[in-house]
């Protein structure tokens, strides 16, 4: 559950990219490292709130995400909410 495929990317980065709530929760059930870094160190979190993948981000923070995370520019999850205007992902 935490191999990283040719793109630097675990299945957990592809589920909260894609706002997959059940397989997040499948995931982290086997034993996915919910703050698993990935290609340029970011976490599924950052990907969740970039795509503006609500559901997604609520799952993981339940699951206790790290907001704080950084990926290697310092943006955390937070950063890429506000950029793509994801004013709701914001006031999580």
């Known amino acids: 559950a935490n191999q990283l495929d040719r793109d630097r990317l ?6 909260a990219r894609g706002g997959n709530v059940e397989l ?6 086997r ?3 919910i703050n698993i ?3 340029n ?10 795509h503006n993948r609500y559901a ?3 799952a993981l923070l339940m699951f206790n995400a790290d907001i ?12 890429y909410a506000a950029r793509g205007g ?7």
Not at 24 to 29: F, V
Not at 41 to 50: F, R
């Open 24 to 29: 997040i929760e499948g995931l982290i059930a």
């Open 37 to 39: 870094k990935g290609l």
């Open 31 to 33: 034993g996915a490292d």
């Open 56 to 58: 997604a981000v609520r």
């Open 86 to 92: 994801n004013e709701k992902i914001c006031e999580v």
């Open 41 to 50: 160190d970011i976490t599924p979190l950052h990907l969740a709130s970039k």
């Open 10 to 15: 675990a299945p957990l980065h592809y589920a």
């Open 68 to 79: 704080e995370a950084k990926d290697t520019n310092s943006n955390t999850a937070m950063h």
